[in-house]
């Protein structure tokens, strides 16, 4: 069985990073974390237009995908990491997150301070400062 393929994008604006929040039941525990927008891809779709896809889906927004930031496997699936910068939208929750969103499988857009990232439970933490660095040699 191959594994699933997903695409997340690393927003910034100014100082904030753009992430989903979640809180999920599992196993009677309430697990809250951060996680970067996006998901799986889909039949003859690129990786690019994957992530501009979920952005969408999930954020309300349109982005600029920059570069590709890196590709890891996990136990689940492959997933593609991708610098990103909004051009236009506001930011707000929306699509099969917003429709789905309960007390026990809740979702939230938050814009995150940087300064506050070493604070919270978010994997792959390092590709923020990929991304700030991609963006400022724009």
Known sequence: ????????????????????YREKKVNGKILKYYTYPGG?????ETLENCVKREVKEEFDIDVEVLQLLKT???????????????????????????????KENYYEVRKVPLTE??????????????????????
């Open 72 to 102: 890891v496997e996990y136990k689940e699936n492959i997933t593609h990491y991708f610098a990103c910068k909004k051009i236009k939208g506001a930011l707000t929750l929306s699509g099969e997150e917003k429709q789905r969103s309960n």
């Open 40 to 44: 799986g891809l889909e039949e003859n």
């Open 117 to 138: 990232i070493d604070s919270i439970d978010l994997y792959e933490k390092e590709l923020i400062e990929e991304t700030k660095k991609i963006i400022n040699k724009e």
């Open 1 to 20: 069985m191959s594994k699933r393929i997903c695409c997340r994008g690393i927003i910034l604006e100014e100082d904030k990073v753009d992430l989903m």
